[in-house]
């Protein structure tokens, strides 16, 4: 197998693991295709986490409320970066309900493309 073959066989099977260029490439090619067949998008917009204020995901959260308030923003960031998953799933379940409420029904959207993006290495530092 040349070497030209070699790396068409890694970026092909490169297509299906999440995060990596090819995916995101694969994801691109998709929905230029979607806006091809269905027609260039009436609505686009940009939803922000706020994982940090949001009390009841902290109410979740496995760890117990601070009892002096100026270390809370401290324990909320450590609350999020412990337990990616709770907030992930969280976010979610909001994106999902804003989705089927105010997209769907009541702006009667057909079709839809998002991907969710998830950064917490400003936090590690």
């Not at 940090?52 to 923003?73: C, E, G, N, V, Y």
């Not at 907030?87 to 409420?101: C, G, I, K, Q």
Request: charged letters at 10%; proline letters at 5%; glycine letters at 2%.
């Amino acid at each position: 197998m040349t070497d030209d073959k070699l790396v068409d066989h890694l970026m092909y099977f490169g297509s299906t693991i999440h995060g990596t260029r090819p995916f995101w490439n694969c994801c691109s090619t998709k929905l230029l295709d979607m806006i091809n067949q269905v027609g260039c998008p009436t609505l686009f917009f940009t939803l922000s986490a706020a994982d940090t204020k949001w009390p009841d995901l902290h109410a979740m959260m496995p760890s117990t409320t601070p009892a002096m308030p100026q270390i809370t923003s401290k324990w909320r960031i450590q609350n999020i970066i412990q337990n990616l998953h709770l907030t992930t799933l969280y976010m979610h379940h909001r994106f999902t309900a804003f989705n089927e409420t105010i997209l769907q029904h009541l702006l009667n959207t057909s079709h839809n493309w998002y991907r969710y993006y998830t950064s917490y290495f400003n936090f590690l530092s």
